[in-house]
Nanobody, 119 residues
């Protein structure tokens, strides 16, 4: 059973927007560093964005800078990924993952949500 649950995926046209959400009923996300990853079948998984426990630090892959925004809502135990100016190459399955400070690997993962961007 996945520890995290993603929602908000769907199909949009190029230039459109989607907002993904990551929630957990078993983990208190404010205790963890949370990241969004994406993966196209047959390709390697790619890190999209990362947010620190208090939300004060964020980091993005170069191709997402200025288009995507990661944020956390600790009162709701969720982490969001706002995606604007979507491109067809953003089509992928998007996963959220959480890890403790100091860990290299992410211990907790969701099952993913599909994002499809058409021309």
């Amino acid at each position: 059973q996945a520890q995290l649950v993603e929602s908000g995926g769907g199909s949009v046209q190029a230039g459109g927007s989607l907002r993904l959400s990551c929630a957990s009923s078993t983990r208190t996300l404010r205790y963890y560093i949370v990241s969004w990853f994406r993966q196209v079948p047959g390709q390697e998984r790619e890190l999209v964005a990362t947010i620190s426990r208090d939300g004060g630090l964020t980091r993005y892959a170069d191709s997402m800078k200025g288009r995507f925004t990661i944020s956390r809502h600790n009162g709701k135990n969720t982490v969001s990924l706002q995606m604007n100016a979507l491109r067809p190459e953003d089509t992928a399955i998007y996963y959220c993952a959480a890890k403790e400070v100091g860990d290299v690997d992410y211990q907790y993962w969701g099952q993913g949500t599909q994002v499809s961007v058409g021309l």
